[in-house]
C-alpha cells in the first residue's frame, strides 16, 4: 500500500492506495499496468470518500501519474456490446488553472495511445472509419468521467486532492498573495475544461472474441 499527500497545496488531505500502480518507485519494473481497484480519501486522519476503479484511473491521469490500464467501454456501433481497451503512454501535460471572478478555472488536456483487445467482430482489420469511431467513444467516455471525478473533488470532498493548486501559484506575484488567495477555499468553486484525444495505434486486434 502507498501513500500520497497533497504538496503544494498547504492541505491536509491525503490519499491512500488499495491498489497496486507503476511508478518510479514501485520497485517492479516488469509491472506497468495500474490495478485500479479503488481509493481512501482522507481529509487529516478522517476518512472522507472513496474513490471507485474508474475515478481511481481518472485521478492518475489528472496527476500524470497514470501507466497503463485495460478500459472497457461501450461499442459505438453496437449499444448492447463493449470493446476492451489497452490504454498507456499518456503525454505529460499539466493542467492549466486560471482565475476567473475568483474562482479556479482548470484547463486539462489528456493524450492517450491506445490498443484494441478484444471486440466482437468476425474480422481481424477494422476499416479506420471504425477505428475513428472506437477513438470517439474513448474520448468521450474519459471525458466524461474525468469531469465527475473532478467535480467529485470539488464539490463533494472540497478537497483538491489531485494537487492542481501548485499549478494556480502562477496567478499570484507573491507568497502572500497566495496564501491570502487561500486555493483549499476556493477550490470547491472551481469550474473544469476537460478535453480528451486518443489515438488507436493499430487496427488489428491483439485477441480476439
Not at 467501454?73 to 471572478?101: A, F, R
Not at 470532498?157 to 491570502?180: M, P, Q, V
Request: charged share 20%.
Amino acid at each position: 500500500m502507498q501513500s500520497y499527500g497533497t504538496s503544494g497545496q498547504n492541505s491536509s488531505n491525503m490519499i491512500e492506495q488499495n491498489s497496486s500502480e507503476s511508478d518510479s518507485s514501485s520497485g517492479d519494473s516488469n509491472n506497468n499496468t495500474n490495478e485500479n481497484l479503488g481509493l481512501a480519501v482522507f481529509k487529516g486522519d478522517k476518512l472522507i470518500g472513496e474513490l471507485d476503479p474508474i475515478e481511481t484511473l481518472c485521478h492518475l491521469i489528472v496527476k500524470n501519474r497514470f501507466s497503463s490500464s485495460i478500459l472497457t467501454i461501450p461499442d459505438p456501433d453496437y449499444p448492447n456490446q463493449t470493446i476492451d481497451i489497452y490504454l498507456y503512454n499518456q503525454s505529460k501535460k499539466h493542467p492549466k488553472v486560471d482565475i476567473i471572478n475568483n474562482s479556479p478555472y482548470i484547463s486539462l488536456d489528456v493524450h492517450l495511445n491506445a490498443r484494441i483487445l478484444s471486440i466482437n467482430s468476425s474480422s481481424k482489420y477494422i476499416e479506420q472509419s471504425r477505428l475513428d469511431k472506437i477513438e470517439n467513444a474513448i474520448n468521450l467516455y474519459l471525458r466524461q468521467n474525468i469531469y465527475n471525478y473532478l467535480y467529485r473533488t470539488s464539490k463533494t470532498f472540497h478537497s483538491d486532492i489531485a494537487g492542481i493548486g501548485r499549478y494556480a501559484r502562477c496567478n499570484f506575484l507573491t507568497i502572500s498573495e497566495w496564501d491570502k488567495y487561500n486555493w483549499l477555499e476556493n477550490y470547491k468553486n472551481s469550474f473544469f475544461n476537460v478535453d480528451v484525444s486518443s489515438h488507436v495505434k493499430s487496427g488489428y486486434l491483439l485477441t480476439e472474441t
